[in-house]
């Protein structure tokens, strides 16, 4: 049977394999400082304070996925150390 869609499932994608590539030392992964760094880039960086609110909700968004991405990271190791 040939599969409906060319494109990967998202059960798939969301694996833990696809997602230890962000970093090899679970000490390295501080949710929070990688937030903080994702806003600042966007707010500062790339101009988000000259779009008023807009720029201020993009960077507010980018730090939330950030913040989940990581997150999300430590959650996986912490799976992977307990027996």
Same mark, same amino acid.
């Given at each position: 049977?040939?599969?409906?869609? /060319?494109?990967? /499932?998202?059960?798939?994608?969301?694996?833990?394999?696809?997602? *230890?590539?962000?970093?090899?030392?679970?000490?390295?992964?501080? /949710? /929070?400082?990688?937030?903080?760094?994702?806003?600042?880039?966007?707010?500062?960086?790339?101009?988000?304070?000259?779009?008023?609110?807009?720029?201020?909700?993009?960077?507010? *968004?980018?730090?939330?996925?950030?913040?989940?991405?990581?997150?999300?990271?430590?959650?996986?190791?912490?799976?992977?150390?307990?027996?």
């Amino acid at each position: 049977m040939t599969p409906k869609y /060319s494109y990967p /499932s998202k059960a798939e994608v969301a694996t833990p394999a696809s997602q *230890t590539y962000l970093c090899d030392d679970p000490q390295e992964a501080h /949710s /929070s400082l990688h937030a903080v760094n994702a806003m600042l880039r966007k707010l500062v960086f790339k101009g988000g304070m000259l779009q008023g609110m807009d720029g201020m909700t993009v960077a507010l *968004t980018t730090a939330f996925h950030a913040y989940m991405k990581y997150a999300k990271l430590n959650e996986l190791y912490e799976l992977e150390q307990t027996p």
